[in-house]
């Protein structure tokens, strides 16, 4: 399949701080793509750079073969767009908004357009000042779903959402998909991207530390075994063994966790050799995998917060 | 720095008390230092104190042959800036807290509303204490090696009558906030209303026994106050009326805003209820383009204006009608009223040249429209309000072109509207006007207008909205210092065409002077075509 969004070495600076550097990576046409990142990790910046609303200091952003900022208005022909912080005038009706990026785009289809507002039920005569945060969020939902784009890029869209409009939203991004359009979605709710993409991209300090498929991500990941024994166990028994990160001894040697990563083959004829009582092994979610990637020492995501 | 509200605010503030402080007070000292040139023969002082008699319905001129008369003469007419600042602040105290949301935050604390409200007002009052304080430092500073007269305490009252007016506007700001949605149409209202206590306080120096209608706006209490005029001094009466009047509209804003929601508005018409609407807007004109968009937005406003500078123009016109034979003989008896005379293109005191002097006006009033208009684009930017129009396949250019098309739009609405203002009232009175001349004065401002909202469109490029603002301000009063005070002074012919005023001519005289009107035709057009430029390639904040 070949690529809507090619990143290469994308690099921006503001001033001496920074913003993203050499961020590279491709997006499937028809994928639902994830970009995953804590606050401050680069993510807006990816996002603004290749809506042309930020100039690189270096490297290339394309969509679908165009380069981001020589040829920004044929691109913006295939893109919905759902900004981080939406500002919109507060002075215009949601009905005023949704009408006039309608005109600006051109093209749009009005019945469509309507059942998008049935669907996020919208009332359209209220003032965007006057909306809730979750209102002003579908006011900006729907103009970016409004003309069917090709490519959506939506930055953290369901912040302010209730469940049943986040319900709603999955579905739009679903039928999406279907149709074969591409969606670009940065987010740190980890389940919203476990359950909608295909592929993430991990960006952490400005740079792109993993992409990879979701399950591709979980084949690789660090998993944990518990095990409890009959009577006590020496811990350094597993230690020592091939695919075994870590040991844990819990309950005055009746138990042991083991933090995993690769076969767990030896730690299982190793186990053998006494009173096994139970054998559990705990498959990590997307979020155990990406809060490693945030783990440092004295960082945001202590180990025992990975292991929870 | 953050261990009170109180503190926190004037951290916030710091930056304003300096810059505030320092601009003005340096202006103050640079008025000062200047005297020994302005006054450097008996003729040329006796021509300022001429000079001064002329401008007397602008600000009094008392003792303008002294260092310190002359001072606070001449600093009398920057009033208008010096309360720029606490009438943006006082509007962005609680309104503007609550238009970003910040307001929600600092009221989850423990601390009541009337307390957070307080301090906020405490941090107020200090900074501009401590800002007239910069101003009377700088003024004396400034003062002491021309006059003996100019002590350190005259020095410091000046600066608190200057920190006592702004702290009026500053109450009047955060009370017209409290009726208010948002902090911009507070900040309109009450550049209003400052614009009104101005005219107010000057119609008691050009038509007799109106003292009583003068003493309704605050700005007469400030200029009863003279502290730099020897033998005059501060007025403790008036400045305790000042104090009273801030406290007393400063408690009534606090007293609403404890009582109202946050986020809404006092006195506020209940909402009709109704079922949820899902249907679009039909037909609205203002909604196909951004064009139709920028001027849609900015279509009360330009009402507000028209009437305003299209009124006065008509206004000058009944003026000068009614009291035709007065003024022809006080400007056939006054050398200076000849000065004023020539700044409109004419040695002889008819109607039109009398007009045309007045009309000089016009152009600086379109002028102080585009700063609203820039200030508006570049806090448009600020806010974030281009980025999802940009998200749209509008190009940049389009963009800024559209919003300045509309600007452009506004000034000629309002060169028009003046036209018919003035030739109705022309008509109206008998006041025999060449219609072609007319037409031509008041249709020639359009350039100018356009020209500072190029250039405001230009600094927006790199600057913040306050900034951006402030800097046009300043430009503004450089360039009416130099036009209108500058061929007082003998200001060399060369620092005169750096104001754009001195190309706008006298049209109402001699027609559309078609050379010097493409002088500011090509400036504005080199400054848009930068801002464009500028514009095409920035970052768009976010």
Not at chain 1, 45 to 71: F, N, P, Q, V, Y
Not at chain 1, 153 to 163: M, N, V, Y
Not at chain 2, 231 to 254: F, K, Q
Not at chain 2, 357 to 382: C, G, I, K, Y
Request: contains cysteine; charged residues 15%.
């Amino acid at each position: 399949m070949s690529s809507i969004i090619q990143v290469e070495r994308l690099t921006k600076r503001y001033g001496g701080k920074r913003g993203i550097d050499d961020v590279s990576f491709d997006v499937a046409e028809g994928e639902v793509f994830g970009f995953l990142g804590p606050n401050g990790a680069g993510k807006t910046t990816t996002i603004r750079l290749l809506m042309a609303l930020l100039h690189a200091d270096g490297g290339s952003a394309r969509i679908a073969g165009l380069d981001c900022w020589e040829k920004t208005i044929e691109i913006k022909r295939l893109i919905g767009y759902v900004p981080g912080e939406p500002s919109l005038d507060r002075n215009l009706t949601g009905g005023q908004i949704l009408e006039y990026f309608a005109n600006l785009r051109g093209g749009v289809d009005r019945a469509y357009l309507k059942t998008l507002i049935e669907r996020m039920d919208l009332d359209t005569s209220r003032k965007f000042r006057q909306y809730s945060t979750g209102n002003k969020r579908k006011v900006v939902l729907i103009q970016a779903f409004m003309h069917r784009p090709r490519l959506l890029i939506l930055d953290e869209p369901t912040s302010g959402l209730d469940p049943l409009n986040q319900q709603e939203f999955d579905g739009m991004v679903r039928e999406a998909r279907e149709e074969g359009r591409t969606v670009f979605l940065s987010s740190h709710v980890l389940s919203e991207v476990e359950k909608t993409c295909s592929r993430v991209a991990i960006i952490r300090d400005g740079r792109i530390v993993r992409v990879g498929g979701v399950h591709e991500l979980k084949d690789i990941k660090r998993y944990e075994i518990t095990i409890a024994f009959a009577q006590p166990v020496p811990a350094d028994t597993f230690a020592r063994l091939d695919g075994v990160a870590e040991v844990e001894t819990l309950n005055n040697g009746l138990a042991v966790r083991l933090a995993m990563q690769g076969a767990a083959d030896a730690v299982v004829k190793a186990a053998a050799q006494f009173p096994v009582v139970s054998l559990t092994s705990y498959e990590p979610s997307l979020e155990d995998i990406f809060l490693r990637y945030y783990e440092r020492d004295g960082g945001e995501a202590p180990r025992q917060v990975a292991r929870v | 720095m953050f261990r009170s509200i109180y503190l926190k605010s004037l951290r916030d503030y710091r930056v304003p008390i300096l810059g505030w402080g320092l601009g003005l007070g340096a202006l103050m000292a640079v008025v000062l230092v200047a005297i020994p040139t302005v006054f450097a023969t008996p003729a040329a002082k006796a021509a300022v104190v001429s000079l001064g008699a002329s401008y007397a319905w602008i600000a009094e001129p008392i003792k303008i042959d002294t260092a310190g008369g002359y001072a606070t003469w001449k600093y009398g007419i920057t009033i208008l800036v010096v309360v720029i600042w606490p009438l943006l602040a006082g509007t962005g105290m609680l309104r503007g807290e609550e238009d970003r949301g910040s307001m929600d935050v600092l009221l989850s604390l423990p601390r009541g509303r009337v307390r957070v409200a307080l301090e906020k007002v405490a941090a107020m009052w200090t900074a501009l204490l401590a800002m007239g304080l910069v101003i009377g430092l700088l003024t004396f500073a400034g003062g002491a090696k021309v006059s003996s007269d100019l002590t350190l305490g005259s020095s410091i009252a000046f600066g608190v009558n200057i920190a006592l007016i702004c702290a009026v506007f500053l109450s009047i700001a955060l009370l017209v906030s409290q009726f208010t949605q948002e902090r911009r149409t507070a900040s309109g209202v009450t550049a209003g209303i400052l614009v009104v206590a101005i005219v107010v306080d000057m119609v008691h120096r050009v038509v007799p026994n109106t003292v009583w209608f003068s003493q309704l706006s605050p700005v007469y209490y400030y200029n009863l106050s003279k502290p730099l005029v020897p033998g005059y001094g501060p007025n403790p009466g008036a400045m305790l009326i000042l104090l009273a009047l801030s406290m007393l509209l400063g408690a009534a804003a606090v007293w609403l805003f404890a009582r109202r929601d946050v986020g809404g508005v006092s006195l506020s018409l209940p909402e009709r209820s109704s079922q949820p609407v899902r249907a679009l807007p039909r037909a609205d004109w203002s909604l196909h383009s951004v064009y139709s968009r920028s001027l849609g937005m900015i279509a009360t406003s330009t009402l507000w204006w028209t009437l305003a500078i299209a009124g006065f123009a008509a206004w000058m016109v009944v003026i000068v009608k009614q009291t035709e034979a007065q003024l022809k003989s006080l400007l056939q008896g006054s050398p200076a009223m000849g000065d004023f005379l020539k700044l409109g293109g004419s040695d002889s005191a008819t109607n039109a040249s009398i007009l045309s002097a007045f009309f000089l006006f016009m152009p600086v009033l379109l002028m102080a429209f585009a700063v609203t208009q820039a200030n508006r684009w570049s806090a448009d930017e600020e806010d974030g309000l281009l980025e999802i129009v940009l998200s749209t396949p509008q190009p940049r250019l389009r963009v800024l072109l559209g919003r300045f098309a509309a600007v452009a739009t506004a000034t000629i609405f309002i060169s028009v509207l003046t036209l018919v203002a003035t030739s109705v009232a022309s008509a109206g009175t008998g006041l025999s006007l060449d219609y072609g001349n007319l037409a031509a004065a008041s249709l020639s401002i359009i350039p100018f207008g356009l020209l500072v909202a190029a250039i405001g469109y230009l600094f927006a490029g790199w600057l913040r909205a306050a900034v951006d603002t402030g800097l046009l301000s300043f430009l503004l009063v450089i360039w009416v210092f130099i036009s209108f005070i500058g061929p007082g002074l003998s200001l060399p012919d060369a620092t005169q065409k750096l104001s754009p005023f001195y190309y706008y001519g006298s049209p109402l005289l001699h027609g559309i002077q078609v050379a010097d009107l493409l002088v500011i035709v090509a400036v504005g057009a080199v400054a848009l075509a930068l801002a464009t430029a500028r514009f095409a390639r920035k970052d768009i904040p976010a």
